[in-house]
């Protein structure tokens, strides 16, 4: 599983850049609560997510 493979990256870590997200409450409630039964972090499920899509896309020039 991809979420599991890449390093966890902080807030302090050099380099580091925010991205934010905006969920509904509904949303946040269910993803929160998958994250929390998995034992992850919803910052670090929300970057694999972020780089699986970006590996997985091309971009048409």
Known sequence: MLIEKLPH???TDSGAKIVQTFLSPE???QFES???ELGLKMTHV????????A???K???
Do not use: M, P, Y
Request: charged share 35%; net charge neutral.
């Open 9 to 11: 990256i902080k807030r």
């Open 59 to 61: 971009v048409n020039d």
């Open 27 to 29: 949303e946040k409630e």
């Open 55 to 57: 590996n997985g896309c």
């Open 34 to 36: 998958v994250c929390e």
């Open 46 to 53: 929300l970057r694999c997510l972020a780089v699986q899509f």
